[in-house]
């Protein structure tokens, strides 16, 4: 039986995120040392902000450091999320795999999180990667690119598998309708609504 799928980043800092079955050519790793955690620290740590903590909810196999993707994804790096994995594993395909290879299984985990799941209603979000980073900004403006995509696309498109993305921002002067007062600043553009297959098909 297959699972729906859905992907939430919860964040308060610039990270890029793609998810599973991109084309192949750029490069893929989540070996040691890499750890969820120290992508944030040790890789996304740009100038402007000061982090005060980072934490990672979700499989470790879910994530991931992605390397020469400019021709891919139009970013050159980043950070890759995925509700599978983000590198293959033998007939486990991830993100690095070509867009035939079908990359089905899941990550698992039991991270539950409302945010998500109210993006996804009426289902309940599952496969959930889910990053928080509390920091102290520095300059007036925080930028961040991503690329989203899902690989429901065609055939599950308008149906119960609706792959979704959140990204969450709170603190002062924010009072959104999500935890901690957070807004969901990842939209379609021009719309009130979130990024999911359902929305953006």
């Known amino acids: 039986m297959r699972k729906i799928n859905h992907l939430l980043l919860h964040a308060l800092l610039f990270i890029f995120f793609v998810p599973n079955a991109i084309q192949a050519q750029m490069e ?14 040790n890789i996304f740590l740009g100038d402007g902000v000061e982090v005060i903590n980072v934490t990672y909810e979700g499989s470790a196999q879910a994530v991931g450091f992605f390397n020469h993707a400019e021709d891919v994804l139009g970013i050159e790096r980043g950070i890759i999320m995925t509700s599978g994995r983000a590198v293959s594993q033998g007939a486990n395909f991830g993100a690095e795999a070509t867009g035939s290879d079908f990359a089905s299984n899941a990550a698992g985990g039991n991270v539950n999180d409302a945010d998500a799941s109210a993006i996804a209603a009426p289902f309940n ?23 989203w995509a899902s690989e429901e696309y065609p055939e599950y498109a308008c149906s119960d598998f609706n792959d979704v993305f959140g990204f969450f921002i709170s603190g002062p002067g924010i009072s959104g309708p999500y935890e901690n007062n957070g807004e969901n600043i990842a939209l379609i553009p021009g719309t009130t609504l979130p990024v999911t297959i359902n929305n953006v098909n």
Do not use: G
């Not at 070996?31 to 944030?40: C, H, K, R």
């Not at 990053?131 to 007036?140: A, G, H, K, L």
């Open 28 to 41: 893929v790793t989540n070996a040691p040392p890499i750890t969820p955690e120290n992508l944030i620290t």
């Open 125 to 147: 979000a599952q496969d959930v990667a889910k990053y928080t980073i509390t920091f102290v900004p520095i300059s007036d403006t925080l930028r961040f690119n991503y690329v």
